[in-house]
């Protein structure tokens, strides 16, 4: 990831938001990278906000606007809660994920769905513009995806959902953190922007990252590593 393109997009994106009244946070290495050393981390491949389900319903309807500024739009489908998990917004090679959350019982909560089987292909579909293909087989994959439309792409994932569902192909991944950390946001310094972040940002990350968050680390892997995971 470029960092002054994801310097760019950001502040794209940001002002976005804001224009739109939505409440939204830095979040999970994109905080982790703020907090650490105030820049992303060099390895990571994408930008991630926190939001609300409430303001993404809210914001649905004029998230066309940012295709007219040369932004492409993935939305990461869970079958089972029938909602949306993510919204990616893709430019310029630089990829900002939008991560939703629910309340539930006075917790933040957040699904994932990944195939035990078929997790690279729905990887793909729901992400053809990620750049961190490395195979030629992967790397094909990932063209025709692109040339495949917001609908048919999530009809393909669904269809993979329902094959891994009845099969046991799957696992899905719940996280959750207390509501507390979205609700009492605070500011940081980030690029030369003030950006929310959750309250008491230093537990946060000892949640998610552990309390040796402070020393990067390559080999974390979110889908095992979170320490948000149910």
Known sequence: MDERQAIEVLQEVKTFLENHDVTFW???GTLLGAARNGKFIPWDHDI???IWKNDVDTLAPSLKELETKG???HFNYHL???E???VALHKNDVCIGLNIYTEQNNNAVTKWFTHIRLGQLQTILQDPHN???NTLLTSLVSLCAQRLSNKMRKRLISMLQYVSLHMGWYKEIILSVPCDYFINLEKMNFYHMSF???SNYKK???IRYGKQWRIPNKDYVHLTDDGAIQ
């Open 48 to 50: 991630d906000i926190g």
């Open 26 to 28: 830095l979040d999970y």
């Open 204 to 206: 946060y990350l000892t």
């Open 131 to 133: 750049t961190e293909k």
């Open 84 to 86: 949306y998990t993510v």
């Open 196 to 198: 929310n972040v959750p």
């Open 80 to 82: 089972q809660s029938h």
């Open 71 to 73: 932004y492409s739009l």
